[in-house]
């Protein structure tokens, strides 16, 4: 339960209300990520989340910058940056 705690707070900071991060939990919706996506200790919270998103549910760019309410390069340099840590 402190992991998901320490979750929430991250994403908190990150600028996400309670009811996005509850959202993005959320199964079997196109926008949601199932909790283990975020248990990489590699990744932020973020990076894990964008990587879900363009890997897992081949979402594109735009796509996943409009549902995390951020912009498009963010999100592509976000990406590019967790496929090198996961490198």
């Known amino acids: 339960m ?11 900071k990150k600028g996400f209300s309670y009811s996005e991060i509850f959202k993005l939990m959320q199964k079997d919706s196109l ?19 964008v990587v879900y998103f363009k890997d ?3 979402l594109s760019f735009h796509k996943i910058a ?11 340099a976000t990406y590019n940056k967790a496929k090198k840590k996961l490198k």
């Not at 402190?2 to 908190?12: A, M, T």
């Open 2 to 12: 402190e992991e998901i705690d320490n979750l929430v707070e991250n994403l908190r």
């Open 31 to 49: 926008d949601s990520v199932p909790i283990e996506v975020l248990q990489n200790r590699k990744l932020g919270s973020l990076q894990s989340i």
């Open 56 to 58: 897992k549910k081949k």
């Open 66 to 76: 409009v549902l995390l309410k951020r912009d498009d390069r963010t999100i592509w």
